[in-house]
């Protein structure tokens, strides 16, 4: 991206729903950000107990793999509503106004058929793995330490459908700028040049004096 990116509001319905949305958005990305930082410990213990005791942890790389859909996919809503993912944006960073607007709003809509037809991917994944009448209701668990392997499967639908609520959060704001030809509109990402970014952030230093 050129800059970071801001989301404005207002007292509007949609940005009321994009402000509701957010609290899900942070915790998934809370939860995720734990995952990650929980391997630092994993790898310790399994690094320490190689070294000193000849056992490493038995079943890391199972544990790694379990952490993988949380680490990697349950927090994309929330940099999609930000803005802050990788994308490139040269030629959409140099337009402006309503063709600005509909551009995104193509996009996102692409986004979205793919994210749909990823969820409907995606749970029918889950549900190939999930059985109520089976040990830890799972059909297939991890090699080393027969772990049951649905959770991490749900994961990856449950993230993805929080991500079809912001893309039609942010289809609606991009529809309603094209529309009215808005110049900042509300629930969605408006990217920041250089010179923005740095006054923001010294703005949040000194406190806004």
């Given at each position: 991206m050129a800059g970071s990116s801001a989301v404005l509001e207002d007292s509007s319905l949609l940005s009321r729903l994009d402000r509701a949305l957010l609290p899900f958005e942070r915790f998934a990305a809370l939860i995720s950000g734990l995952a990650a930082f929980s391997l630092m410990f994993l790898a310790v213990w399994s690094v320490t107990g190689r070294k000193f005791f000849g056992a490493p942890l038995l079943g890391y790389v199972d544990y790694i793999e379990a952490l993988?859909?949380?680490?990697?996919?349950?927090?994309?809503?929330?940099?999609q509503r930000d803005g802050v993912h990788i994308r490139m944006d040269i030629v959409i960073g140099a337009m402006?106004?309503?063709l600005l607007w509909l551009m995104e709003l193509i996009t996102t809509i692409l986004i979205l058929v793919l994210m749909i037809a990823l969820v409907w991917g995606a749970w029918a994944h889950f549900d190939r793995s999930f059985d109520f009448a089976r040990p830890y209701w799972s059909r297939d668990s991890s090699i080393d330490v027969?772990?049951?392997?649905?959770?991490?499967?749900?994961?990856?639908?449950i993230a993805f459908a929080v991500l079809v609520l912001r893309l039609l959060l942010q289809i609606w704001g991009y529809a309603r700028a094209f529309w009215l030809n808005l110049s900042t509109p509300v629930a969605v990402p408006l990217v920041q040049s250089a010179a923005e970014q740095a006054r923001e952030e010294a703005e949040l230093l000194t406190g806004g004096d």
């Open positions: 993988m859909p949380v680490i990697a996919i349950l927090g994309v809503s929330f940099v402006r106004g309503r027969s772990m049951p392997l649905w959770p991490s499967k749900i994961v990856v639908p």
